[in-house]
C-alpha cells in the first residue's frame, strides 16, 4: 500500500530527502531526523542513503560506554544490514526519543502529582512528562531498555518497506523476501537497500512492525571466557566499535575540540564551598595583558577571556580573586554530623522483612565509615557558546541536555527554543556530566563579551566544582544463631539525601544550598540503594539516617551500591569469620532465593581457583546484586591482594557477572573491566578532604589513581542468560572495594572498615 500525504508526512526535506514512516513516532513532533539529498528518512532513528549507507540516530551521551555502537548494531541486526556501511549521528533532543525506564526510575526526583500513575516506563503520565519535558537523560545503564525495542521496530519498519519496494519489482509477495548484509533477497534475486530506499519510502509500513524472532545477541558469548584469555584467540569481532578508529587516530571530537571564527578561550575561578560570594579581585593587575579580551564577573565567580586560554589563565592568576563564605566545607565537620547521624539520629525506616527489628538484640555490630569520592574524569569540564541575534548555540558534552538547555535559557532570559545544544561526547563522564553550570556560565559569558567563547575549567576548578559521591557512616548490626547463621540484621546509614538533593538541582534548577536547605531530615531510599542485602535474612531493618552537610552531593558511577555493599559483604565476611565458616559457602548457604548470585560465586570461585580465604594467601570474596525496574545484574568477585609499604597491590580480579542477554560480548567486557578499574580506583583512592572549602586532593596525581602499572591481571566469565540484558557499565563497581579489603584480611589479619583503604593507616 502506497501512503498518502494524508497518513504520513512525506515530502522535501533539507537538501531534498525524504521523511517517511512518521507514524512510528508522536505526530506532535518535528523531524528530529533531517535527510540530506539523497537520503530517505525511515522513522526517527535511521536514514538510508542511495549509495547504501545507514545512519542510526543516538540520543544518548557516549562517554565511553559504547552506546554509539551498542544501538546502531541492534538496528543493523534488525534490518540484515552490511556493519561496514553503518554511520551514527547524534540525535537532537527530541520528545521522540523519551527515556522511559529512567524517567520511572528517577520519578520520585521529579515528583509526579500521582506518583503511582508515573512509576513505570508504560504509564501514561509518566511518557506525558518524559515526552513533554524531552527527558533524553543518559544514566543508571538505562540506555538498552529505553532503545532497544524502538530501535528494533525502527529497523523492522523499514526492512518490511525495502522488501515491498524490492517484491513490487519483482513481482511477488514481500513476505517471501528477506534482507541480508545490506541487500533484499529472494531466491537468485538480490537488490541493495541504496537501490531501494526512495522507493520504499513511498510504502506504508506493517502495524505492528514483523520483528525477527530473536532479539539481538552475541552468539560467541559461550561460557567461562575469560577477557584476553585462549579462548579470545581468533576470534571475529563481528561489531566492532564504531568509534574506535577516530579515537585510535585522534580525529574524534570532543568539546574541547571545537572551534569557532572569532572565538575566545575562558578560564574561571570558583569560590569556596559553598555558596561563597565574589568580594575582590585586582583589575589593574592586567592592565596590559594584550592577549586580554575581556574580565566577566560573576556572583559566585570570576571568569577572564583571551586569545588563548592560558592567557586566560594566568589574567586569573594575577587577579587573584577573592571569596567570602560563612558556610565553608572542613572535614572535621563532614565527620563530626556523619558520627553524630550515625550514633544519635532519627533513622527513617527504608526497607524491613519479617519482624524488622522488633525486640532487635545485637550479638554482633561494626562501623564503616566512607569518605567523599571524586569522579577523576581525564576530560574536565569544557562547553563552547555563542550568542548571536538572540539565539544561543552550546557544543557540550551533557548527560541531561534538556536540562543544561533550560539552565542557559533562563540564565540569559530567553525562551528554552532559541538554545541549540549540539551534543558532543565525554572524555569519561562516570555521571559528572549530569550537572550544567558549566553551560550557565559559558552563556553568561558570551553575553558579556559577545563573541563566541570555549570555557574550560582547569583541574584544580574542577575538583574545586564537582559534586563528590557523598560521605557516609554506617551501622551493621546482626543477631546470629550459634550455628552462625544472621537471623536479625539492622543497617542504620548516616548519608545526605543525596538523590533527592540531586533531582533539585536537575529537575527544579536549584542552586546547591537550596536543594540542600529543601531536602534536609528527608528519607531518601536511593541514597542508600542496595542497602537490603541479596540473602535470605528472616528480620531485617534498613534505616537511612538523613544528615545534613555544607558539601553538595552528586550522582558517581555505582551511586550508593558502592556504599552499601562494601559495608554489607565485609560485614558479612566477618560474620563467616568469628564462626570459623568458609566465606564462599557461608554465603551460599544464605541465597536460596537467588540462585543466580549463587552461581556467580561458585563461577568466579572456580575462576581464581579459590582456596577458601585462608589466612595468608590474600584472597577475598564478594558478591552484589544491583536490581532495576524489574530487572538485575549480578556479580562474584575474587580479588587477590597484599598490603605493604608502597600501599595496597592487587594483583589479579577474578570476576563472574550475569547481565542478562549480551548484545555485544566486546563492549559488555570493556565496561565490566571499566567497572572493576573504577572501583579498584575507589577502594585505593578517589577521595579528598577539604580544608576551608577547597578540596586537598585538587589534582589527579593527589587520587591515588590506579596506573597501567598497577593494573591487575582481570578474568571475567559472562554468565550466558536469556535474561532481558542488564547495564554492565556500573555491575563492576560495587564488589571490589570489599573484595579487596577481604583479600587483605587474609593477607594481612587486619580488617579495613573504611574507604578508601589504608586510608586511616594500618
Same mark, same amino acid.
Given at each position: ?27 506532535? !513532533? +518535528? ?19 542511495? &549509495? ?56 520520585? $526526583? ?24 524531552? @527527558? ?10 529505553? #532503545? ?40 537468485? *534475486? ?40 585462549? +579462548? ?11 568509534? =574506535? ?6 580525529? !574524534? ?27 575582590? !579581585? &585586582?583589575? /589593574? ?37 577573592? #571569596? ?13 554530623? $556523619? ?23 545485637? *550479638? @554482633? ?64 563522564? @562516570? ?43 554506617? =551501622? ?25 538533593? #540531586?533531582?533539585?538541582?536537575?529537575? &527544579? ?53 558502592? $556504599?552499601?555493599?562494601?559495608?554489607? %559483604? ?11 565458616? %568458609? ?89 565490566? /573491566?571499566?567497572?572493576?578499574? #573504577?572501583?579498584?580506583? $575507589? ?6 578532604? !577539604? ?16 596506573? =597501567? ?17 542488564? &547495564? ?16 587483605? @584480611? ?17
Amino acid at each position: 500500500m502506497k501512503l498518502t500525504r494524508r497518513s504520513v508526512m512525506v515530502g522535501s526535506a533539507i537538501g531534498g530527502g525524504l521523511l517517511v514512516a512518521w507514524s512510528l513516532v508522536p505526530r506532535s !513532533y +518535528d523531524s528530529p531526523l533531517e535527510p540530506a539529498r539523497g537520503e530517505t528518512a525511515f522513522d526517527a532513528w535511521l536514514k538510508i542513503a542511495e &549509495d547504501g549507507v545507514i545512519t542510526v540516530a543516538v540520543p544518548q551521551l557516549e562517554m565511553g560506554q559504547g552506546i554509539t555502537t551498542l544501538l546502531p548494531q541492534i538496528v543493523a541486526m534488525e534490518l540484515g544490514a552490511d556493519w561496514r556501511q553503518v554511520g551514527v549521528e547524534p540525535a537532537p533532543v527530541s520528545g521522540a526519543y523519551a527515556n522511559m525506564p529512567l524517567a520511572a526510575y528517577w520519578s520520585p $526526583l521529579w515528583h509526579p502529582a500521582i506518583p503511582a500513575l508515573a512509576d513505570e516506563p508504560d504509564d501514561f503520565l509518566l511518557r506525558r512528562w518524559a515526552e513533554d519535558n524531552r @527527558f533524553t537523560a543518559t544514566a543508571d545503564g538505562t540506555s538498552l531498555a529505553a #532503545f532497544e525495542l524502538s530501535c528494533r521496530k525502527a529497523a523492522a519498519a523499514a526492512r518490511a518497506m525495502l522488501q515491498m519496494a524490492a517484491a513490487e519489482r519483482w513481482d511477488v509477495s514481500w513476505e517471501e523476501c528477506d534482507t541480508n548484509a545490506g541487500f533484499v533477497i529472494h531466491g537468485e *534475486d538480490r537488490l541493495s537497500f541504496g537501490e531501494l530506499a526512495a522507493e520504499a519510502g513511498e510504502f506504508s509500513p506493517p502495524d505492528p512492525p514483523p520483528l525477527r524472532s530473536e532479539p539481538p545477541r552475541d552468539v560467541a558469548i559461550g561460557s567461562a571466557l575469560a577477557a584476553g584469555g585462549d +579462548d579470545d584467540a581468533g576470534r571475529e569481532i563481528p561489531f566492532p566499535r564504531l568509534d =574506535l578508529p577516530s579515537k585510535v587516530d585522534g580525529s !574524534y571530537l570532543f568539546a574541547g575540540d571545537i572551534r569557532l571564527p572569532d572565538m575566545v578561550y575562558a578560564a574561571i575561578r570558583h569560590g569556596p564551598r559553598d555558596q561563597a560570594e565574589l568580594v575582590g !579581585y &585586582d583589575l /589593574e593587575k592586567v592592565a596590559g595583558m594584550t592577549e586580554l579580551v575581556g574580565v566577566i564577573r560573576g556572583k559566585r565567580w570570576l571568569a577572564a577571556a583571551a586569545s588563548n586560554w592560558w592567557a586566560a589563565e594566568q589574567a586569573l592568576e594575577a587577579m587573584a580573586p577573592r #571569596f567570602a563564605a560563612e558556610n565553608v566545607v572542613r572535614t572535621e565537620r563532614l565527620v563530626a554530623a $556523619l558520627d553524630d547521624g550515625v550514633r544519635r539520629g532519627a533513622g527513617v525506616l527504608i526497607a524491613q522483612s519479617g519482624a524488622g527489628d522488633e525486640g532487635y538484640r545485637p *550479638d @554482633f555490630a561494626l562501623r564503616y565509615d566512607i569518605e567523599p569520592a571524586v569522579h577523576g574524569t581525564i576530560e574536565t569540564t569544557c562547553v563552547t557558546a555563542r550568542l548571536a541575534d538572540g539565539k544561543l548555540e552550546l557544543w557540550m558534552a551533557s548527560q541531561a541536555p534538556e536540562a543544561a538547555r533550560a539552565a542557559a535559557a533562563k540564565a540569559l532570559g530567553i525562551s528554552r527554543g532559541d538554545v541549540v545544544l549540539y551534543p558532543m561526547p565525554a572524555g569519561g563522564s @562516570f555521571d559528572r556530566r549530569l550537572e550544567h553550570e558549566q553551560a550557565i556560565e559559558a552563556a553568561l559569558i558570551a553575553r558579556e563579551i559577545d563573541l563566541p567563547v570555549q570555557l574550560v575549567w582547569s583541574r584544580e576548578e574542577e575538583q574545586l566544582a564537582l559534586n563528590p559521591r557523598p560521605p557516609a557512616a554506617g =551501622l551493621l548490626g546482626a543477631e546470629i544463631s550459634a550455628d552462625g547463621r544472621i537471623t536479625a540484621m539492622r543497617l542504620r546509614i548516616a548519608t545526605p539525601p543525596a538523590a533527592q538533593e #540531586f533531582g533539585r538541582r536537575l529537575f &527544579d534548577n536549584q542552586t546547591s544550598w537550596a536543594a540542600i536547605e529543601a531536602v534536609a531530615g528527608m528519607g531518601d531510599p536511593m541514597a542508600v540503594e542496595g542497602a537490603v542485602p541479596p540473602y535470605a535474612i528472616p528480620d531485617l531493618a534498613v534505616y537511612h539516617v538523613p544528615v545534613t552537610l555544607p558539601l553538595p552531593s552528586g550522582r558517581m558511577r555505582g551511586n550508593a551500591h558502592g $556504599l552499601t555493599c562494601f559495608m554489607i %559483604e565485609s560485614f558479612i565476611d566477618e560474620v563467616a569469620q568469628r564462626h570459623e565458616q %568458609e566465606p564462599m559457602s557461608y554465603r551460599i548457604s544464605m541465597l536460596g532465593g537467588d540462585l543466580r548470585l549463587a552461581e556467580c560465586l561458585q563461577r568466579a570461585a572456580r575462576l581464581a581457583q579459590w582456596d577458601g580465604g585462608a589466612r595468608g594467601t590474600g584472597q577475598g570474596i564478594a558478591c552484589h546484586r544491583i536490581d532495576r525496574l524489574g530487572n538485575a545484574g549480578r556479580i562474584a568477585v575474587v580479588a587477590t591482594a597484599t598490603a605493604g609499604e608502597g600501599g595496597v597491590r592487587v594483583s589479579r580480579i577474578a570476576a563472574a557477572v550475569d547481565i542478562g542477554r549480551v548484545v555485544n560480548r566486546d563492549i559488555a567486557l570493556q565496561q565490566i /573491566e571499566g567497572g572493576l578499574m #573504577f572501583g579498584l580506583a $575507589l577502594a585505593l583512592g578517589s577521595a579528598t578532604e !577539604y580544608d576551608e572549602g577547597r578540596p586537598v586532593a585538587n589534582r589527579l596525581s593527589a587520587l591515588s589513581l590506579p596506573t =597501567l602499572e598497577d593494573t591487575p591481571e582481570i578474568s571475567i566469565d559472562l554468565v550466558e542468560s536469556n535474561g532481558e540484558p542488564f &547495564d554492565p557499565g556500573e555491575i563492576g563497581v560495587p564488589a571490589i572495594a570489599p573484595a579487596i579489603a577481604n583479600a587483605l @584480611f587474609s593477607a594481612t589479619g587486619l580488617r579495613l572498615r573504611r574507604l578508601p583503604l589504608l586510608s586511616g593507616g594500618l
